[in-house]
């Protein structure tokens, strides 16, 4: 019998699943996937965006020319799901009745939730660098910048990619060198977690690097207020960091219609999400990506793992078998550090990021700025469009986080600084 | 794992003082950690986030970060910056007796 399968969302998650899915369900099968647009941006490009080093028309392809031949894109805005009555209802009331919904809306950026930071000033003194819009109009400021406090500030998480702030802090240390100017700019990174990087072994590793750039940091703000009149941060408990150019990563949130659909969301709109990747109130309703609760960063390299673990789940579901698989938080990441270098780290739920190679003995170094990694960020954007969103394996690195090449015994368990659990 | 005292009853709690076994807290405990945490006096307020904090708890096994704790408490953030300084999340937490809200990455 004919099952259909119904994804919302045609990012990295959704793109990678539903092709995933076409190759490992029957050709009777439907998939279907929904999407309000058909412009699939190529989100890690947009850190690159601001320094003149990436092109945004070049970051943007069609959602639709992603998928393979035998998933159906359908150009539609989601009114809300109905998970009693296993249909998805499109703005205008049409409904599409599914056997099996994925729901892969990704995150979404809410700058209207901090006071102040959408007023005067946006898009002036003020800007963000995590929308394409956003980035390029950063990147004409970021020209024109000849001096002064250049602050960046990380408001809550969780956000898309947590070490895309300090990447632009690495970045914006070259940029402003090559520029001739960084001696005439004081450059502050703010973050409401207690320390620089969110996980303590990075801390312990790198902390010198930003000091060795010349990078202030700021811990433990949590950003109330962005008063671009008179050039500062205001946070709750009323203390103040100056800027004369701001870089604000807004708070994120589900999508709209998670929201709006009885029983699929929590309060910031993301979906509370099992380790089998089925939603806690539906066993046919899986999620993918950034739009579940999982406490995995929200990352493309996490989508790619869990898209493994999805299809055999679903395929399971399908076959009226217990879905068995199980995602352990495997989370990789390269770490742009400037003057061409990067960091690679890898880790999961129980493993914190240590050194050691990737992804065996013999590989790219792990925790340890090299060329290399920064040839691999680069590379990574070829692997994207032709590796990751067709939904194929990478070779060597699978779902399941490798350990052969860790040094394991500097993963003691030392205290983990707390996010966005203020 | 370590232990503390509060009111003579011995209790288990991680390195940082937040109790590993939520059934050891009763309510008479919590306004001598507050004191411990330079709360000096729990108002009505405090109570209100601290039965709410407990209860998302119980219900979902987990303690709700600062942003989703305002939207669903009926407590503003701001307001919870005043009641539980510098971390309202967490220093609640520890006051109602559960364990350290998980930080998301």
Redesign the interface.
Known sequence: MARRIVVIGGGTAGTLAANRLRRALGPDDEIIVIDADDRHLYQPGLLFVPFGLASPARLVRSRAAQLRAGVEFRQATVDQVDLDADKVVLAGGTPVPYDVLLVASGARLLPEETDGLTGPGWGETVHTFYSLSGAATLAGALAGFEGGRLVVDLV???VKC?VAPLEFCFLADWYLRRRGVRDRVQLTYVTS?DAAF??ATCNRELSGLLARKGIEVVT?F?T?EVDAKAGRLVS??DREVGFDLAVVVP?HGGAGYVSRSAGLG???GFV?TETTLQAKTKPNVFVIGDATDL???KAGSVAHFEGEILVHNIYRYLAGEEPNARFDGH?NCFIETGFDKALLIDFNDDLDPVPGHFPTRVGLPLLKESRLNHLGKLAFEQLYWHVILPGRDIPFVGAEMPRSGKRQESAELI???????? | MTTTTYFGTEVAVDAEGFFTDPGQWTEAMASQIAAGEGIAELTDRHWQVIKFMRHEYEEKGGAPNVRALAKTSGVPIKELYQLFPKGPAKLAAKIAGIPKPRGCI
């Open positions: 809550d998480l969780p947590p977690l969110t996980k433990e949590a109330g709750y408990d708070v929590d309060p910031l509370p406490r995995a960063s989370t205290p983990q600084p707390t996010g966005g659990a203020r």
